[in-house]
């Protein structure tokens, strides 16, 4: 069964945000579209632009509300150019979670994913595909809708995991890979 939680957008479309008191502490921040209590080296920044109700407000860039929490990550990156030397040519086997940015599920799937990297460090590659980004690698393996995870090994997919699961499901398809 899985676990239920629904896409969180980036507060672009958002103003229904701004009727809170735009002196916003920094865990309240934190929250908004992404929970990043647990990392220590968050960087906020937001920028203003609303004239729906609330007086307007503008700053010197016209965006809306954004909260950005960058944090190092275990899994690396893969892109169209990549792909086919980092996961089809892979002596070890290989986990690629597929994941767009504005989705709240791949956010809690990505932690999950970078805990994973660093348990298996040296018997598990594990990557990260921006499916909106590269949307032929996602066509290509029938990607409709993220997060997906899918294990490799030796060029070909193995097994697949879709939606947001607890850690126990991702652990468990990884050691029927290594085992295989």
């Not at 957008?9 to 908004?32: G, W």
């Not at 992404?34 to 906020?44: E, L, M, P, S, T």
């Not at 460090?121 to 499916?131: E, I, N, P």
């Amino acid at each position: 069964m899985a676990a239920s939680a629904s896409c969180a957008t980036p507060y672009s479309n958002a103003p229904s945000s701004l009727s809170r008191s735009l002196s916003l502490q920094y865990r309240e921040l934190c929250n908004l579209p992404y929970k990043c209590k647990q990392h220590q080296n968050a960087r906020i920044g937001f920028s203003v632009e609303n004239n729906k109700g609330f007086g307007t407000w503008k700053t010197s860039s016209p965006s809306s509300l954004r909260v950005f929490c960058l944090r190092d990550t275990q899994a690396a990156a893969v892109t169209a150019k990549s792909w086919d030397k980092l996961i089809l040519s892979s002596d070890t086997p290989v986990l690629v979670e597929f994941h767009a940015t504005w989705c709240g599920p791949c956010q809690m799937v990505h932690r999950v994913i970078d805990e994973i990297a660093g348990e298996y460090s040296g018997r598990l590659k594990c990557y990260v595909l921006d499916a909106d980004r590269e949307p032929k690698v996602a066509e290509n393996y029938d990607i409709k809708a993220v997060p997906v995870v899918l294990l490799f090994k030796n060029g070909e997919k193995f097994e697949s995991v879709i939606g947001t699961m607890p850690k126990e499901f991702y652990v468990a398809a990884i050691e029927r890979l290594l085992s295989s």
